[in-house]
């Protein structure tokens, strides 16, 4: 008996320890932990597979950089396509290496790479993941900008002033070493225009227009208001040669010395040029004087800055005065990579323009001149007398001009103009000998543009500069508050614009220079 239950004790027993097994919650923390150790190695392989692919996509993408920086180098010499299979052929990456696009024009060179690596993976084929792909692409452009700058300099009376010249010239010359010693061979052109009054093309310069000649000693051109409204100056369009006169002497002195037109050749426009040392010796010509006409400086800093002045620069190249490599200039901005710049300085703001009346520009004059010593006269028609020689250093009536009829010459009207100033004929010529007072001679010579006409026209041709995709850098030089804004108004952008004293012009154009230098480096 005993033996049997000790038996059924121990099964019991038995059954008792299977039970608490059963109830046992202690297992599936087991299964859990074998669960979450299987996850762990499938994210740990695929985290291997991953930085494998990343690893071999920096080596392909470094390999791409690499390849076409070289390729689209502008002074490779080996031909882009093998230069690029070439860095892939190195790194053991050829077969990696997909479409290579080279694109070239005359002043650049783009190149695109594409390539892909393809893995086979140790671990994410276990998730159903066949391949990783190790994808890389890189495009590199080399560009040579062409760059054609304005500078448009104030040469007026004031600028005589307070040294203004003298710095002005060391500033400018300081912007030409600049801009060219970071340019490209051929690749970057200066045009010099001074302006006072008026803007002396000169004799080459103004010949490539329609300009017909009524002298030969200053060749400015009298333009109408309605042609500040764009930036072009036509070949074909007629153009009146402004009268070469002088608005300013004393009635009581003779001969003119400050002509409207700035009639010394130092200052007359410099086309198209980047022989620094030319370009130099033009600013050291400059001389002051005058009047300003900002408006008119800067229509044809603009206009030399306009496609439709190729022909002018054509004609230019023939008679040698601009390079053959600038035949084709302007150019266009819709062709190709062109950086246009307009450098406007001023020490004033606009004042008043004189023009010749339209009776007084050719033709012949009733004013005598002594061949002997310059004296003037001038025949006047008094059907009462035969004395009708107004002789004004004596004041009185003549019955012949000053030295006889053998002894003097009759003046054309632009031969007048050369010999006596405009207030002296009014006064002593005119006036004193018929009547009506020397300002109503003066009005019947010619005509003035005022100050706010001619500020009108300023923000109208700087307008059309801008819209011209022409960048406009100004620079105020001990200015009035006028001048100034006159400047800043024309300018791309307040950042565009200096106000400069004393020496600081230096440091202006030196700005103007570098800021120029990286604009052609971001175009």
Not at 127 to 137: C, F, H, R, V, Y
Request: proline fraction near 3%; aromatic fraction near 8%; glycine fraction near 8%.
């Amino acid at each position: 008996m005993k033996s049997v239950c000790g038996i059924w004790g121990a099964a019991a027993r038995a059954g008792h320890a299977i039970g608490r097994f059963g109830r046992a919650e202690d297992g599936s923390m087991i299964m859990l932990g074998l669960w979450i150790s299987v996850l762990m190695l499938m994210l740990g392989g695929l985290a291997v597979d991953l930085m494998r692919a990343e690893l071999r996509r920096t080596e392909l993408q470094q390999t791409a950089d690499r390849a076409v920086l070289a390729a689209a180098s502008l002074s490779q010499t080996q031909d882009a396509e093998a230069v690029v299979r070439d860095y892939f052929e190195k790194q053991g990456l050829s077969d990696a290496l997909g479409a290579i696009d080279v694109q070239e024009t005359i002043n650049s060179k783009t190149v695109t790479v594409d390539a892909e690596v393809v893995l086979d993976p140790f671990f994410a084929q276990f998730l159903g993941i066949d391949q990783l792909t190790a994808p890389a692409s890189s495009t590199a452009v080399e560009r040579i900008t062409d760059v054609e700058i304005s500078l448009v300099l104030d040469v007026s009376g004031s600028m005589g002033s307070n040294r203004r010249l003298t710095n002005l010239k060391v500033a400018a010359k300081d912007f030409i070493d600049i801009v060219l010693d970071g340019a490209t061979d051929g690749r970057t052109s200066i045009s010099l225009i001074p302006y006072a009054g008026h803007v002396n093309l000169g004799d080459t310069l103004s010949a490539q227009y329609n300009m017909p000649r009524t002298h030969t000693w200053s060749f400015c051109a009298d333009l109408p208001s309605s042609t500040f409204q764009s930036t072009d100056v036509s070949q074909t369009t007629q153009l009146t040669q402004a009268g070469h006169f002088d608005p300013y002497a004393s009635t009581g002195t003779r001969s003119p010395s400050k002509f409207f037109c700035p009639h010394q050749v130092g200052n007359t426009v410099t086309p198209f040029s980047n022989d620094r040392a030319y370009l130099k010796s033009r600013i050291d010509a400059l001389s002051h004087g005058g009047n300003t006409s900002i408006d008119i400086g800067m229509k044809w800093g603009a206009a030399l800055l306009n496609p439709a002045s190729q022909g002018v620069v054509s004609g230019l190249v023939d008679a040698g005065v601009v390079i053959p490599q600038y035949d084709g200039r302007p150019l266009s901005r819709a062709t190709t990579e062109v950086l246009k710049i307009v450098v406007l300085m001023t020490d004033g703001e606009n004042t008043t323009e004189y023009v010749l009346d339209p009776d007084y520009r050719t033709g012949m004059s009733n004013i005598w001149r002594r061949n002997s010593d310059g004296r003037a006269s001038v025949y006047w028609d008094r059907s009462s007398t035969s004395n009708d020689y107004w002789w004004p250093d004596e004041g009185r009536w003549h019955d012949t001009p000053y030295g006889g009829t053998s002894g003097a010459t009759k003046l054309t009207w632009p031969e007048v103009w050369r010999y006596y100033s405009l207030n002296y004929v009014a006064d002593r010529l005119y006036s004193d000998a018929v009547g009506n007072s020397t300002s109503y001679w003066q009005g019947q010579f010619r005509t003035t543009t005022g100050s706010s006409t001619k500020i009108s026209r300023l923000q109208e041709v700087c307008a059309a500069a801008r819209d011209d995709g022409i960048v406009v850098f100004g620079i105020a030089f001990e200015a009035p508050s006028k001048g100034r804004q006159q400047i800043a108004n024309c300018a791309s952008s307040p950042g565009h614009y200096f106000d400069a004293d004393g020496l600081e012009i230096r440091e202006a154009f030196r700005m103007i220079a570098s800021q120029i230098t990286t604009l052609k480096l971001t175009q």
